[in-house]
């Protein structure tokens, strides 16, 4: 699938704020755009997620683009928000 029509795809259809992409990894639609958000799954009772904040990308047209620092603590306020709502244990890296 292209990349227009994947971004076309997720528009219409995203239902969550937040798409799990398997054990690592994952895409957070904030204000109208798809971040992606290097994280890691753990099998650990203290949390369940880890993710790591250096690593929050904005995906457009295909391609990621680097974001100011800003942005990232604007993403990952509105990530860690979700995740409570969730019920997910999560530690910020």
Known sequence: MSWLLKDIFDFIFKRRPIVFLGRAGLNCYYNGE???????????SQYDIVIYSDRINLIKRGQ???IDKTIRENVLNFLKTEL????IKFEIA
Request: hydrophobic letters at 40%; glycine letters at 0%.
């Open 84 to 87: 409570k709502k969730q019920h």
């Open 34 to 44: 798809k971040f992606f958000i290097d994280s890691e799954m753990l099998d650990d």
């Open 64 to 66: 990621k683009f680097i």
